[in-house]
């Protein structure tokens, strides 16, 4: 059993799991939507004294930072116990078009060049994920959600916003894909 | 102790986004240049669920554990905020290669690297709250 859990998974049994997450919740009286956390730990951390946006009652939200906290969990599950480090099986095509950039195929879950810490302490390396984290942060909110509140529970619930949203995160994503992206790496 | 299905959730989530490697940078890449359906299976699969789900629950009015309806909040309808809030997300999320939920679990993986992401993500979240009223939506 164990043996079995630690190849990868296969989408449809990804995609069955992460329904049954937002179903889940639903049943708890929550919805799923992870990035309203990146509001809360700002609220959690005295923003609302000076900006209206975070005057809110920060420990309604609770249930969501410890949702975040299993997240956290889950990836030590894996990573320690069900061989969650493999390397990816990416794609001939994708290979090849990353080592054009630079990018060695992949020996685990995570390039090095982008995360190892020999990375992330060159200016290049840190700002990459500095201000990739940044849009991240700035274009949820903006946007009132990110992967699981619009691609996700959105959809699910066929709001047209959120499909506005994913639009615009593949505008955004393919922009960085082709037109950024060769020229930073 | 009320808060651990919380926790439990969180934990099944984690391990299904790490074991199916949709926290992974390479996959966000292959999404992105549209060389393998292992993400949008993972999202399709899971929206065409989750529809299903929802429609079953409004058709049956059901209820959560605690016996409320279970209510479902319409999105305010605008195009801008929608289509440059997620374009901005988008452009941060095919850089990072993680949108919130596997920056956390990439936590768990020790790739500590990612934490100057979640900082950025805080920051990113800060400015937003402080130019909110400046945007349009």
């Known amino acids: 059993m164990l043996e079995f859990i630690s190849q990868p998974w296969p989408w449809y049994v990804s995609g069955t799991l992460i329904a049954f997450t937002m179903v889940l919740l639903l049943f708890f009286g929550k919805s799923f939507g992870f990035s309203a956390n990146l509001r809360t730990i700002c609220t959690a951390c005295g923003a609302g004294k000076h900006v209206k946006f975070f005057d809110f009652n920060w420990r309604s939200q609770i249930w969501n930072l410890l949702f975040l906290v299993g997240a956290i969990l889950g990836g030590v599950i894996s990573a320690q116990f069900l061989n969650g480090n493999a390397p990816v099986e990416l794609s001939a095509a994708t290979v090849q078009d990353l080592s054009a950039l630079g990018f060695s195929a992949p020996d685990e879950l995570q390039p090095e060049e982008i995360f190892s810490l020999e990375a992330i302490f060159t200016l290049k390396g840190f700002l990459v994920l500095l201000l990739g984290g940044f849009m991240i942060g700035f274009g949820a909110r903006y946007a009132g959600g990110c992967t699981s509140g619009h691609a996700i529970s959105g959809l699910s619930n066929l709001q047209l916003p959120s499909l506005i949203a994913v639009v615009g995160f593949f505008i955004g994503g393919l922009v960085t894909t082709y037109l950024l992206m060769p020229l930073i790496f | ?137």
């Open chain 2, 1 to 137: 102790m009320k808060g651990l299905k919380y926790i439990i959730a969180g934990i099944l989530f984690g391990i299904v986004m790490s074991k199916s490697e949709a926290i992974s940078w390479y996959r966000i890449q292959e999404m992105f240049r549209f060389q393998s359906f292992h993400m949008y299976g993972i999202i399709g699969t899971a929206v065409v669920l989750g529809t299903l789900a929802v429609f079953i629950i409004k058709k049956y009015n059901l209820r959560d554990y605690q016996g409320n309806p279970i209510v479902f909040h319409p999105k305010e309808m605008s195009i801008p905020r929608y289509l440059i809030g997620g374009t901005i997300f988008g452009l941060g999320w095919a850089l990072t290669g993680a949108c919130p939920g596997p920056m956390f679990v990439n936590i768990g993986h020790a790739y500590w690297a990612i934490l100057v992401a979640v900082a950025g993500a805080l920051g990113g979240t800060y400015l937003y709250g402080v130019l909110r009223d400046k945007l349009p939506h």
